[in-house]
């Protein structure tokens, strides 16, 4: 059955650096979505991508952090100068093979870690 | 999207049916409700969706009012692999963004 795949499963970076997270979505789909959720609290919506382009962002999504399709398959999050508050699991997601709203498949996470 | 009420925590004995309820009193006609849950910390995992009528599938059904303002969850039986946090959302048909997580009900299925 084809899955949301996430690397790393866990990041450890300092405060200050870069990092980037990487999703290869299910193949077919033409939306994608990152969330993040910090320990103990909701799943929370960061971006939304199609065609290319943010259809949407929530406020958290700020001037750090970008997303990119870089090869068509794979899909990335790049937060530029890591905070300790980034710390968090983050979710990649996938869905919409045509015109009507469907389910979206979500990944296993990237635990990051800003010390 | 319309908003969505859960209790905050339900338990169940295993082997027995879990429903979990949802309400969504200002849902509208292109609407739909959708179900996921999150085991633990690992990612939400899709069980079930509809429009109006009932579905089921291999892991749930879904039972809807036909006034469309509220619905149930049923997990026929329940197992402690199902221990889980619940999240019903309500996303519109042709609305391709975001999913929004509430607090969603933590079902606890006991031995």
């Known amino acids: 059955e084809p899955e949301v795949t996430q690397t790393p499963s866990h990041q450890v970076t300092q405060m200050g650096q870069e990092v980037i997270l990487r999703c290869v979505p299910i193949s077919n789909h033409l939306y994608f979505y990152w969330y993040r959720q910090i320990l103990g609290q909701k799943v929370e919506f960061l971006v939304s991508?199609?065609?290319?382009?943010?259809?949407?962002k929530s406020e958290i999504f700020d001037d750090q952090f970008s997303v990119e399709r870089p090869d068509g398959s794979n899909f990335t999050l790049k937060i530029r100068s890591t905070k300790l508050e980034d710390s968090a699991m983050y979710f990649c997601?996938?869905?919409?093979?045509?015109?009507?709203?469907?389910?979206?498949?979500f990944g296993q996470g990237t635990r990051l870690t800003v010390v | 999207d319309a908003k969505t009420t859960q209790p905050p925590s339900m338990d169940c004995a295993e082997g027995r049916a879990a429903n979990l309820p949802c309400n969504h009193s200002?849902?509208?006609?292109?609407?739909?409700v959708y179900w996921y849950r999150q085991i633990h910390s690992q990612g939400p995992q899709y069980i079930i969706h509809g429009l109006k009528n009932n579905e089921t599938n291999e892991m749930a059904s879904l039972i809807i009012t036909e006034d469309r303002k509220s619905s149930t969850l049923i997990l026929p039986h329940a197992t402690l692999r199902d221990t889980a946090v619940y999240y019903c959302?309500?996303?519109?048909?042709?609305?391709?963004?975001?999913?929004?997580f509430g607090s969603g009900t933590k079902l606890n299925v006991k031995p």
């Open positions: 959302i309500v996303r519109g048909v042709y609305n391709f963004n975001k999913f929004y």
């Open positions: 991508f199609y065609n290319n382009e943010i259809s949407e």
């Open positions: 997601a996938s869905g919409g093979t045509g015109s009507r709203s469907t389910e979206a498949f």
């Open positions: 200002t849902i509208s006609g292109n609407e739909y």
